[in-house]
């Protein structure tokens, strides 16, 4: 296939460029290079034949109109957003405006060019988003398919007001769409924003590791490659119409995993004192979800996957990751809000 991937230069979306060409799809890297997105994420496929870079911005419609008139793909997968909860507390409009009016923006793109190809069947638009649009669980549970949305932050209601928007292009245009919700992802180039590379960076430097409150939210985790794979099968094996939740069967808290963190860096690079000595409680979040899980029935029933990186084994390949691409990190440490504290609603 040819596909255009819109936010390509970002953590996910880099994933899935890379593993879409090792596959022999041809792909067009859709992004307008914001303050989270990062060329080097895909410097190992740039020079492929199969790969494409557009810098746009998705709420630009004429430069949409004019890449799918030249490119033609055949099918989109929409990972371009902003996606950082404490930065939608301090400023909800850009999340407002990427994420809902961006994603508009795309969906009536891709119809007038789906339109004007005489509408081919085997055309997808594939809307990637996330579990947070479902709300806070308690302690038993997990959110499916059908779980009702609540969300709680201005990010996951962008998200969701996304999600209802491609659902009404299906049911009112026909456009051919499939969906996906995702859970928490990490692994190799992580923005240095969230938990994970913030704790091992936070570590490194000898600065205090802050855990949001008591540390007793609960996630759960997935490789950001196991995601990639499980993203490329949506699109082309998932059902027109149908959403597809993929989850990493691996919950934790926040404090566990920040304690796993710091123990496998005292083993891959000591230091003068245990790292776990720098964890600081800090204010929780506004609103702070207690709990996210996803059951991945329907994906496993209908195509067989489960991930393949155990939460043990993807922590240390992510740790052995930072520590090994440091000049990757450093580069990104000077941008806008990085190792700031965000999201205090003040």
């Not at 190992?44 to 870079?53: E, G, I, K």
């Not at 007001?161 to 190799?188: F, I, K």
């Not at 570590?203 to 590791?209: M, N, Q, R, T, V």
């Not at 759960?220 to 490329?232: I, K, N, P, S």
Request: glycine content about 8%; hydrophobic content about 40%.
């Amino acid at each position: 296939m040819r596909i255009l991937i819109t936010g390509g230069a970002g953590f996910i979306g880099s994933a899935v460029i890379r593993r879409a060409i090792s596959g022999g799809h041809e792909v067009v890297n859709l992004d307008a290079l914001t303050y989270a997105s990062c060329l080097a994420n895909v410097a190992s496929v740039a020079d492929s034949p199969l790969y494409r870079f557009e810098k746009a911005d998705i709420r630009d419609r004429a430069a949409l109109d004019r890449i799918f008139a030249e490119h033609r793909p055949d099918a989109v997968m929409h990972l371009a957003a902003e996606s950082h909860v404490d930065r939608s507390i301090d400023g909800p409009a850009t999340f407002i405006e990427t994420n809902i009016l961006g994603t508009f923006q795309m969906l009536e793109a891709a119809r007038a060019y789906w339109t004007a190809s005489g509408q081919p069947e085997d055309f997808r638009f594939h809307h990637i988003s996330t579990d947070e649009v479902f709300g806070s669980l308690g302690p038993e549970g997990r959110f499916t398919e059908d779980t009702p949305y609540d969300p709680r932050s201005p990010y996951s209601a962008s998200k969701a007001g996304s999600d209802h928007l491609v659902r009404a292009w299906h049911e009112t245009y026909g456009l051919p769409v499939v969906l996906s919700n995702c859970s928490n992802n990490y692994g190799p180039y992580q923005f240095p924003e969230k938990l994970i590379p913030v704790t091992i960076l936070n570590a490194l430097a000898g600065d205090p590791i802050p855990v949001y409150g008591a540390g007793e939210n609960v996630r759960d985790w997935l490789y950001v490659e196991d995601h990639a794979e499980a993203l490329l099968l949506v699109l082309s094996e998932g059902a027109v119409g149908r959403t597809y939740a993929i989850g990493g069967d691996s919950e934790a808290r926040n404090i566990d995993l920040v304690r796993t963190l710091c123990a496998i860096l005292d083993e891959e690079r000591p230091g003068a004192a245990p790292y776990a000595e720098q964890i600081s409680f800090v204010t929780d979040r506004p609103g702070h979800d207690l709990r996210y899980a996803i059951d991945p029935s329907r994906i496993r029933a209908e195509f067989g996957w489960r991930p393949g990186v155990t939460l043990e084994d993807g922590l240390r390949i992510t740790v052995r990751w930072y520590l090994e691409n440091e000049p990757w990190w450093r580069a990104l440490q000077t941008r806008r809000g990085v190792g700031q504290r965000l999201g205090l609603a003040q």
